[in-house]
């Protein structure tokens, strides 16, 4: 499985972005699709999941201004960002699993990563 993400950039502080992730190869396998994010020192966290049957899970931190959403047809997951702080200046990252669960994004590693996407707000 492959994930190719692509729709960071810059962006003033107030402003949106849209990140999206195309999933390829043995994307059979794939049941349910998140993003994570890592600023600089920084851990990496969960920012949202979702299954192909739609049910989501979002880090207190996004609820609100991001809304995780996927073709499931496609094996494509988009990230909307609205309102964005400096604070969410960090490396964004696709990431799939073979479960069916989003509940598994925050229990452990998912099966499957992408490279990462840069997002940098600025104030």
């Known amino acids: 499985v492959q994930l190719q993400a692509s729709g960071g950039g810059l962006v003033q502080a107030g402003g949106s972005l849209r990140l999206s992730c195309a999933a390829s190869?043995?994307?059979?396998?794939?049941?349910?699709m998140a993003w994570y994010r890592q600023a600089p020192g920084k851990r990496r966290e969960l920012v949202a999941a979702i299954t192909k049957g739609g049910d989501t899970n979002y880090a207190e931190f996004a609820k609100d201004r991001f809304t995780i959403s996927n073709d499931g047809a496609k094996n494509t997951v988009s990230l909307q960002m609205n309102s964005l702080k400096p604070e969410d200046t960090a490396v964004y990252y696709c990431?799939?699993?073979?479960?069916?669960?989003?509940?598994?994004?925050?229990?452990?590693?998912?099966?499957?990563w992408g490279q990462g996407t840069e997002v940098t707000v600025s104030s």
């Open positions: 990431a799939a699993d073979r479960s069916d669960r989003v509940v598994v994004f925050d229990r452990r590693l998912p099966d499957y």
């Open positions: 190869g043995s994307s059979f396998r794939i049941n349910s």
